[in-house]
């Protein structure tokens, strides 16, 4: 398993998306799912999304691991701070708790499933050298 230190400096290196992003649908629901390369390590990565009616997620995922997460859902509580988390909020890798640690980020534009992918991918450090082909989320109810 990965751990905390680990995850963070997979987190910081330079990654690429080499193909043409974009959304699919599968059912009611969206899905994203793209291979990443991390550059400096040579690490494959996951780079998973979901839009559904009520909730959202964007995850990178190491190992089947997610080491950085971004939700949209009903609630959260951070098992260390017993503190429950309404808003739009982001996971990270932690020792101990897993991917159960979260705080509220102040780098991502929320409301927008577009907005929101784009500044995950910038905070990740992803760099997409393929097109993004927005999705269209209208007939979904965003929280």
Known sequence: MVSASEADAIIAEHKVIAVNLRWS???????????????????????RGFVGR??????????????RKYTVHDRHRDPVSREVIRQPHK???????????????????????????????????????GRYLPGTFRELSMP
Request: proline share 4%.
């Open 25 to 47: 649908r599968d059912g009611r629901n969206y899905r994203l799912d793209a291979a990443v390369l991390s550059l400096e390590s040579g690490h494959m990565l996951r780079l």
């Open 54 to 67: 009520t909730n959202r997620s964007l995850a990178v995922l190491f190992e089947n691991t997610p080491i």
């Open 91 to 129: 996971h990270y890798w932690d020792d101990d708790w897993q991917d159960k640690r979260v705080y509220i980020p102040d780098d991502i534009r929320t409301g927008d499933p577009n907005e929101e992918l784009l500044d995950f991918l910038a905070e990740c450090n992803i760099e997409l050298n």
